[in-house]
């Protein structure tokens, strides 16, 4: 019910917005909303880690649609993501989620991926921070799927700092192939950031197992 109420007048605003910022703060008021009306129950720890200055690449598990409106809404800084182009396509929450997204990725297309990756790069020079979910997809029994290096090949290429982010809770909240949410516990944790200094192909392949193996860590203590 509460998804029916906010999203589709959301959705009509979003329409009539032409500037990124604006509508950012839409989409990002309306999920804090969901989370409120909801009672969903979220625990931000470590929100401290953040930097406090400069753009940052934040990394994140991805275990179900809800993932991305979650850590928007629960985050302590303006953060754009990168969405994959099915979501983008939805008729109501394509226009919420061009709002919020720095760009629309197509894995399958190798333009469209060379495409993301330098506008992931301008966006974090320009001192924007980007959220992004290297696994790519979900998983259809939740495990966490090899990360992509993209956003680490942009971060390091950049020397912005990447921020590992653990993410649990989501799937339960909504679970696969449904619309509906369900009572959930939500735990967001930041992890310590990693540098980004070494833009070569050791380097780039190094700081994506330092974020890999820091999330595993993290998720294996919950379990």
């Given at each position: ?65 809800a993932d991305a ?141 330092q974020a890999t ?11």
């Amino acid at each position: 019910m509460v998804l029916a109420l906010l999203l589709p007048p959301l959705r009509l605003r979003l329409l009539f917005v032409r500037d990124e910022r604006h509508a950012y703060q839409l989409v990002r008021r309306c999920a804090r909303r969901v989370v409120m009306l909801s009672g969903i129950q979220v625990r931000v720890s470590h929100a401290e880690r953040m930097p406090d200055a400069g753009a940052s690449m934040l990394v994140s598990n991805h275990v179900s649609v809800a993932d991305a409106a979650l850590l928007v809404a629960m985050l302590p800084c303006d953060v754009r993501f990168v969405a994959n182009h099915i979501y983008a396509q939805y008729p109501i929450l394509g226009p919420i989620i061009r709002g919020a997204s720095a760009n629309i990725v197509n894995r399958s297309s190798w333009r469209s991926r060379a495409d993301s990756g330098q506008a992931m790069q301008d966006a974090l020079a320009s001192g924007r921070s980007l959220l992004v979910f290297p696994e790519g997809t979900t998983s259809d029994l939740g495990e966490m799927l090899p990360f992509r290096s993209g956003a680490f090949r942009a971060a390091a290429r950049t020397g912005r700092p990447i921020v590992p982010i653990a993410l649990t809770g989501t799937r339960e909240l909504m679970p696969a192939n449904s619309w509906l949410l369900a009572p959930a516990s939500i735990a967001i944790e930041v992890l310590p950031p990693i540098a980004a200094t070494d833009p070569t192909r050791d380097g780039i392949s190094t700081l994506t197992e330092q974020a890999t193996d820091a999330i595993r860590a993290a998720l294996a203590l919950r379990s």
